[in-house]
């Protein structure tokens, strides 16, 4: 649901550059379910069809004319797929649909769904997503320069294209997946190993056994593709790590989150430093013009720079914010909230109702909320992590806080849990329970059928939004960079996006940025924290209003929000992002050198040899110290032999690798050093390296040597997984 929003703002933006996209997806015609809550707080789904005549969709025809239908082969025999277009804006999304007459009834379930298939149909849908995804760009004549998978439900991606080069081209399995290396991108969307599917090892051999001759693999190769090169014994293909060893590059989407990828699939690359894994980061954003309420995209209309919508990501456009005078900014806000108040009373009601609960009681909860009391919406997925009753720990502090008559405070969530989750769904009833509880009832709401209208109220229309999950779980969250362009003030969780967003004067942080013991302190601090901020500063900086009736404190938080978000997370700057840092350096590489399979043979021949030779690289180093005192501003020359087999010189990169020795021992990597060749001995073999190291900082330090590969047909070095240190 979320990867599905996100995409949709990924789309959108691409479309607004101009960039030259297309997208490729399934059919979901039964797949997204409606949440009622009954009376006990028990979630029901219920799944409804969408009617494709309702939808901005029109089927893809072939050059005869007819509806456009494809094929992939299964073990038994063959299932058909119809193709659907969207146009977002400029950009054509694909879908694929098996749910046609050409297909037996078993086959036509296959795409019906996102959740509730078995693990065959699962690797069922995978396979049409990355195969026939393949196949139907080649059909449709389309040459894409890069393939971007978005979390591992598209990583056969990978060996489709591989397939295809080795058929068209001659090539072995190796040159062929240097090829498609150099033409994907991988994001991972999650921060647990359990979000990528991993299939077992039967169901593979069931789907692939007459796959992978075509890739010349045996058995073991295939299945090592998607296995821990650490725990190959364990069985499962991992749809993440088929990915991870196949694409050029990769990223995570939140700067914390591609430094807990980098720890997470570290074992992908054993002798890499998990610190070090090829894995960058591009953080998420949102449309910022489609999640904007209307309203206040008129207020912007009139103070920001003319074309501002065009100009996103230009921190110019959102300084001007400043300039919309205060009672214009909270008259539209106020608004914001009277109608998001209408829309939860009616949804309660509605609710309620259904339970079998009397008018006056109902009007009784809902006539609790007033706009001018302050907000607080907290609405995403239920899913365990993100801890939706955490601010019910202390039950009796949280009474007191909402239970305040001069300094009225009032809770909404929302949200749906999977219907596989049992734990989401117990949330859901527990905070159900709660806002029944006496203390609780016109204090606490429980909005059902959490969706993108909905949504769309909330983050525009409470006061604060509060987010706090277990840190470091949240790869990125989005709802919160939605709440902040609309003056909603974030009250979150250093993790995810706010780690980078909250810059102390745009909103709160809850907790700290470290790692905690255990769960149940993590829980008791957060919660702690939580109520201390609510306490000693959001209820305060609220009800601090003036004579004008207008809180100026609370106004300008609103506006610190809205600069500090705007432009930087809009999906208009990660795709800028996506472009300078993976796109295009990888765009160029393949251009440059993978179109001539000369290249590509020279540079397997290359990588065969480093293999072959690489531990026979030896390091020394001359002056024998592991442990310096350093003076701040101080120089520092350093230098190391290389004794090289069968490698040349320009084929490796030496370098220092220095860090500082803390108080308690450890080590904090400072940085690594490249050095230069000063002289060598080559009948020998014999290089000296040397460089310069400026400490900026006194302390105590210590340095070791490395030697990397280095060629000009690698992005990053790490994906070869060779790596040299000294040994004593
Ligand atoms: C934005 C959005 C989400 C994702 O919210 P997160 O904070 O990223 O978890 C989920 N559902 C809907 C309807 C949304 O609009």
Known sequence: MDCGILSGDHLKSASDLGLPFVAVGLLYKNGYFHQ????????????????????????????????????????????????????????????????????????????????????????????????????LLQILGLKPTLYHMNE???????????????????????????????????TTHTPVPAGNDIFDINLVEKYFKNFWPRLNLSREEFLRLGMNPKKELEPGFNMGILALKIAGKK??????????????????????????????????????????????KELYNKYLMPYWQENIFDENVWKKVNSIPNDKLWEVHKERKQKLIKIVQENISN??????????????????????????GFARRFATYKRANLIFKDLERITKILNDAKRPVKIIFAGKAHPADKEGQDLIKNIHEISMMPQFKGKVFV????????????????????????????????????????GVINFSILDGWWAEGYNQKNGWAIGKSTNYESYEVQ?????????????????????????????????????????????????????????????????????????????????????????????KIEISQ???????????????????????????????????????????????????????LESSKEEERIYNFITEIEFKDGGNYGYTYRVMPKNKMILDAENLNLIKWITK
Request: aromatic share 8%; charged share 25%.
């Open 622 to 676: 001359q002056e024998n110290i592991e442990e310096l005192s350093i003076d701040a501003g101080s120089k520092m020359t350093v230098s190391c032999t290389v004794k090289l087999p069968n490698i040349n010189v320009e084929d490796i990169e030496v370098e220092t690798y220095l860090g500082k020795i803390l108080d308690n021992g450890t080590i904090e990597k400072i940085g690594i050093i490249p050095m230069k």
């Open 447 to 486: 909005l059902e059928d959490y969706n993108i209208a909905v949504a769309r109220h909330l983050i525009s229309g409470v006061d604060v939004w509060l987010n706090n999950p277990r840190r470091p779980m949240e790869a990125s969250g989005t709802s919160g960079q939605k709440a902040a362009v609309n």
């Open 351 to 376: 609710r309620l109702r259904r339970s079998g609960i009397g008018a006056i009681e109902i009007n009784e909860i809902v006539s609790g909320l007033n706009d001018n009391d302050l907000i607080i």
């Open 36 to 135: 009622k809550i009954n009376g006990y707080g028990i979630q029901e789904t219920e799944y409804t069809n969408i009617d494709i005549r309702d939808l901005p969709i029109i089927p893809v025809k072939d050059e005869n004319g007819e509806e456009l239908i494809i094929y992939v082969r299964f073990p038994k025999k063959k299932i058909y797929l119809k193709v659907w277009q969207i146009n977002v804006g400029r950009v054509k999304l694909y879908l694929l649909d098996s749910d046609i007459e050409q297909n037996s009834e078993d086959y036509r379930q296959v795409t019906l769904r996102l959740y509730g298939g078995d693990r065959e149909t699962r690797i069922q849908q995978e396979i049409i997503l990355g195969m026939a995804g393949v196949h």
């Open 251 to 296: 990223n995570g989407v939140s700067k914390l989150h591609g430094a807990v990828s980098r720890e997470l699939f570290s074992e992908v690359w054993p002798n890499i430093l998990p610190a070090e894994s090829p894995i960058t980061h591009v953080t998420n954003g949102i449309h910022t013009c489609f999640w904007l309420a209307p309203s206040l």
């Open 523 to 615: 829980d008791m601090e957060d919660s702690q924290s939580i109520y201390n901020i609510l306490e000693n500063k959001i209820i305060p900086a609220y009800y601090n209003i003036g004579k004008n009736g207008l809180s100026e404190e609370w106004l300008t938080l609103m506006k610190n929000s809205i600069i500090s978000t705007g432009g930087k997370f809009s999906t208009s700057r990660m795709l800028v992002d996506y472009t300078d840092k993976l796109y295009m350096p990888l765009c160029n590489l393949s251009k440059k050198y993978y179109n001539s399979l000369e290249e590509v043979a020279s540079f397997n021949e290359w990588k065969e040899n480093l293999y072959l030779n690489w531990n």
């Open 152 to 186: 591992g439900h598209s990583s056969f991606v990978t060996v489709e294209l591989i397939k295809d080069i080795i058929a068209e081209k001659k090539v072995s399995f190796d040159m062929a997946k240097d090829i498609v290396s150099a033409k994907t991108v991988f």
